[in-house]
Each structure stands twice: as structure tokens, then as C-alpha cells.
């Protein structure tokens, strides 16, 4: 049941009124009071409607963006599809970032409770899901920017085909003839790389799988420690770009010709994948349709507009570049 209004007062020993006022920063209220009030409401989890406090203070027309960190590669280019939708809608973005883990999610949850903003983004930290359904739960709009992998039902979020991502690059080398392929993943668990994994394993369940975490020192450990136990590998298969280009690294330091000798496929399409050496195929995540799909849809919730409690899926797409050639598509490579 939601937590509301009077809920509050009653367990704090004040009226209505006075509750409003701590939450909206309005009018005197002793400090003491004030103290108490926002104890009982960090306590009972009150999520102010965005309603109620529209018509106490008028609306905040700023937007929340709740991010793991801010270092993740694609995350750039996340944040400015997010801005540049909401801005062009006159609304403000306030960013937080988990960097402190659970201090900064207690600074956030204090924000929440304050109200200062009138919808939230998410790409999801780790360890916060269980909260942001309680506050999807208790009246805030919440949409997802999903990379885990798994979110309730009823959340609204924006993802990708990771599955299909995955399989695309599986496809691409067995058409190259690459019959000996090296898989370095992410962390095992992300959703988003058993589904990438999944999807490769699908259409060459041989692979070589060595599981790295998303840094350039990985790409370069699983090459190393693949040929320094004796695998032949004709291909690689990289969960990031970041990833592959340290594959290449340590492909180029062992005298392997990239791609003469092995092919080297990466994920996401950063703007580095277009300046290793050779240029990086990759797959291509709508990172930045991503965070403006995620943006519109919380934007027309709160404009009162009702949004469908659902997944909204974006396409990868293949790019060929020199890292990764098709004869037969010499004409797409970019």
C-alpha cells in the first residue's frame, strides 16, 4: 500500500501542512521538527506525488539521472542523448553516480525524498534495484536504461540486442571462414554479457570463451594466456571495444597480423573503435538513441501522458571495419 501524505504527518505528530513544508522547503518550520519529519520520512519511504508537490511548489522540470559511474565508455554518449531530449524540452538534469556505493545511494535517497527532482533515469548500479522498484512502487517515474540484463515486468525500460549483437558477430566470422574463435567477455554477471555470449555460442558453440571485465588489460591477459597455452585462434570476439583494442595490443606484440592471421570484433562502437589499428569492426549499440528513448518516455509521463510498462528493445547493428573484412562486403568497410 502506498505510503502517503498523512501517513507521515500521523507518525510524526504534525498536520499535513507542515509535512508539506519540510518537503518543499516552505514557510517556517522549527528544526527539530523538520528533523523529525524527514526521519519519519526516510522511514516509511514516503515518495512525494509528483502532483502534490507540483501544486505545492510547482514542478522541479528537472530530470534525475542515476548512473554507476561515470568512466564507463559508452556512457558519454548515454548522457548526451538523455540532455539534449531534455533540454530540448526546457527541463534541468541533475546527475548522481555511485562511485561511493552505499553513501551515494543514501545521498540520492535524501534527494528523493526531497523532491528535487520530478522523474528519474536510471542505468542501473549495482545493489539498487530492489530500491528504485520501491520508488517506482511508491508514485516516482522511473524508466531504465537496461545493460544488466533483468528488470520486474512492469518497469519501463530501454535495452538493446545484445542476444542478436552477439550473433551478428558469430555470423560475420564463420562467413570469413574463421573457424577458431577467441570469446572475451564482461563480468559473467552482467544480462547483457551472458546474452552477447549466448548469442555467439549459438551459432559457433566452439569458442574459446575467457572471461575479462571490460578493460583493456583483459583484452591483452586473454590473448596473452591463449597463446601462451598453445590454442589456435583465428578470430576474436571482444564484449567491448575497450576490450578489443587491447586484443589487438597484444595480437601486434606476438606477430599476429590483424586480420590476416586473426580477425578481432568488438562491441559497442565507441568512437576509439574507428582509430585502433586497423579500425575496429564492431557491434554497434544505439547508446545514444538509447538514453533519448528513455528520456522522451519519461518526459511524456510527466506530462500526464500514460507510458506502457514494458521493454522497448533497440537494434544493434554490425559495422565492418579493417579489423574484420568480408571480401564479398569490401564495399561496406568503413
Not at 138 to 145: M, Q, R
Not at 146 to 175: I, K, Q
Request: with cysteine; glycine share 10%; hydrophobic share 45%.
Amino acid at each position: 500500500m502506498r505510503v502517503t501524505m498523512a501517513d507521515v504527518a500521523r507518525q510524526a505528530g504534525v498536520s499535513k501542512t507542515t509535512v508539506s513544508r519540510v518537503i518543499n522547503t516552505k514557510g517556517e518550520v522549527d528544526g527539530g521538527t523538520a528533523a523529525r519529519v524527514r526521519a519519519v520520512i526516510a522511514r516509511l519511504g514516503y515518495v512525494p506525488s509528483s502532483g502534490a508537490v507540483g501544486l505545492a511548489r510547482g514542478s522541479s522540470r528537472t530530470v534525475g539521472m542515476l548512473v554507476p559511474s561515470l568512466v564507463w565508455p559508452w556512457m558519454g554518449e548515454v548522457l548526451q542523448g538523455v540532455a539534449d531530449t531534455v533540454e530540448a524540452a526546457d527541463y534541468g538534469l541533475l546527475l548522481f553516480s555511485c562511485n561511493r556505493g552505499a553513501e551515494s545511494v543514501e545521498r540520492f535517497t535524501t534527494q528523493v525524498s526531497a523532491r528535487a527532482f520530478d522523474g528519474l533515469l536510471v542505468v542501473e548500479p549495482a545493489n539498487t534495484l530492489d530500491t528504485l522498484v520501491g520508488l517506482h512502487h511508491k508514485g516516482l517515474p522511473v524508466v531504465l536504461i537496461d545493460d544488466r540484463g533483468s528488470h520486474p515486468e512492469d518497469f519501463p525500460s530501454v535495452a538493446t540486442t545484445n542476444h542478436e549483437g552477439g550473433a551478428s558477430a558469430a555470423r560475420h566470422l564463420l562467413a570469413d571462414g574463421r573457424r577458431r574463435p577467441l570469446v572475451i567477455t564482461g563480468p559473467a554477471h552482467f544480462g547483457c554479457v551472458r546474452d552477447r555470449l549466448a548469442g555467439f555460442s549459438g551459432i559457433m558453440p566452439d569458442a574459446r570463451v575467457f572471461e575479462g571485465d571490460f578493460t583493456e588489460l583483459s583484452g591483452r591477459l586473454a590473448v596473452e594466456h591463449v597463446l601462451a597455452e598453445g590454442t589456435a585462434i583465428d578470430s576474436v570476439f571482444a564484449h567491448n571495444d575497450i576490450c578489443a583494442a587491447g586484443a589487438l595490443r597484444a595480437l601486434r606484440a606476438a606477430g599476429r597480423s590483424v586480420p590476416d592471421d586473426v580477425a578481432v570484433v568488438g562491441f559497442d562502437d565507441i568512437p576509439l573503435a574507428r582509430h585502433t589499428e586497423p579500425p575496429l569492426t564492431t557491434v554497434r549499440q544505439p547508446t545514444r538513441r538509447m538514453g533519448e528513448t528513455a528520456a522522451r518516455m519519461l518526459l511524456t509521463r510527466l506530462g500526464g501522458a500514460s507510458v506502457p510498462e514494458r521493454r522497448v528493445v533497440l537494434p544493434t547493428e554490425l559495422v565492418v571495419r579493417r579489423s574484420a573484412p568480408l571480401a564479398a562486403a569490401a564495399a561496406r568497410i568503413r
